[in-house]
């Protein structure tokens, strides 16, 4: 299976129900790991990456983070519930 690092493509393919604002916060840190990769924008992005951004940031991602795994732990009850 070839890797994948666009975010958004992924969740496209399960069946989260994610809101706009998710997509569009998903599409945006899928570039973190790219402008981070190749030498011509990381010096790009590392002008971007000021304390209050970075903190910003990690705290959506902390959000995205929790939402996902109330996702996750809640997928198995509707499943028990409704093969009853």
């Given amino acids: 299976m070839p890797h994948k690092h666009n975010l ?9 129900n994610l809101s706009e ?3 569009q916060f998903l599409d945006k840190i899928a570039t973190f790991n790219i402008k981070a990769r190749y030498p011509d924008d990381k010096f790009d992005f590392y ?8 903190s910003e940031q990690f705290e959506k991602i902390k959000e995205l983070y929790q939402w ?17």
């Fill in 47 to 54: 002008k971007l990456c000021t304390k209050e951004f970075a």
């Fill in 8 to 16: 958004l493509k992924i969740a496209e393919e399960t069946r989260l």
């Fill in 68 to 84: 996902l795994l109330s996702q996750m732990t809640s997928e198995p009850a509707s499943k028990s519930s409704s093969g009853n």
């Fill in 21 to 23: 604002e998710q997509k």
